[in-house]
């Protein structure tokens, strides 16, 4: 493992997905109150998920967070196997099993760079957020192709460039915001509502930029540490066409956008139809689910 990978494994580890919004608690309650959570601010999942036919099929979920998307995966009939990074997401997700009594068939502690499953094992490979926090995300898409049997299913998210998040919050408001948060201090509760940080992630900008200097603006720096908190280590962000050229082993690939995070619209939100900002979601949202073929 490259001392990059211990750094990305760490930070999760220490930041499951969903960790800053919903406070891990051990028991039922808290899994329960993390999928309220998580469905109703991400609700397309449940969409999609009821288009792919698991029933009977084996799957495999690269990156477990706090085990949602698996119970909804099973739920619907999968023979379910996950592989994760951290060893903090495999013992939730295990403990996730054990409280509502759900069957699986394996969960394994795994770099996704050598996915521990023969040649063409899988009916389904899915993952939802988690292969673009991989510098090595070629390595992990060809074996996702080396795992599935011919005429699998690849189902991908990966945060989607041509967004108003990427464009809008991260390119301009959070980068001008840190900017005038340097020079009048007074305006950092301000700017928090502004872009959706909490103060505690906008001081922990701030201590980055006295570290890195001007530099940590840049975006080449400044992604990693926009998409899921400040001590973030590596994200990467894929229109349709870099998407293509990335899967360009797989056949029939189809793309779809999602998740429009509303409170990057600057109190637009308020005014806006309902209808129009579903449309702002299929366009311009942040969330790029790829579907691809063997």
């Known amino acids: 493992m490259s001392n990059q990978d211990g750094q990305i494994e760490n930070f999760w580890n220490q930041n499951p997905v969903g960790s800053n919004f919903v406070e891990y608690e051990s028991g039922k309650a808290f899994y329960e109150e993390y999928d309220r959570f998580r469905y109703r601010t991400e609700g397309h999942i449940l969409s999609e998920l009821d288009e792919i036919d698991f029933m009977g099929k084996k799957v495999l979920e690269i990156g477990l967070g706090q085990g949602a998307d698996s119970m ?32 699986f068939q394996d969960i394994r502690k795994s770099n996704a760079q050598n996915i521990p499953y023969s040649d063409g094992f899988f009916d389904i490979v899915y993952s939802h957020g988690v292969i673009h926090h991989s510098p090595d995300i070629e390595i992990i ?26 464009y809008l919050s991260i390119g301009l408001l959070r980068r001008m915001g840190l900017l005038l948060i340097v020079l009048f201090p007074f305006t950092i509760k301000w700017i928090g509502r502004m872009t959706g940080e909490g103060v505690e992630r906008i001081d922990r900008h701030r201590e980055n ?13 400044f992604l990693h540490r926009s998409t899921d908190g400040p001590d973030n280590i590596y994200s990467s962000v894929w229109s349709k066409k870099s998407s293509r050229s990335l899967f360009k082993e797989f056949k029939k690939i189809r793309f779809k956008v999602h998740f429009l995070n509303e ?18 979601a299929t366009w311009f949202g942040w969330h790029l689910w790829v579907f691809m073929e063997k």
């Open 263 to 280: 409170r990057h619209l600057l109190g637009l939100q308020k005014i806006l139809p309902r209808s129009f900002k579903n449309k702002l």
């Open 209 to 221: 930029l006295k570290t890195f200097g001007w530099r940590y603006l840049l975006m080449r720096n």
């Open 141 to 166: 898409v060809s074996e996702i192709y080396r795992v599935l049997k011919n005429g699998g299913l690849g189902v991908i998210m990966l945060y989607h460039k041509q967004s108003i998040n990427y």
């Open 72 to 103: 909804q995966i099973i739920n619907r009939g999968a023979l379910y196997y996950g592989i994760d990074l951290t060893d903090e997401s495999v013992k939730r997700l295990k403990e996730r099993f054990a409280l509502f009594n759900l069957p």
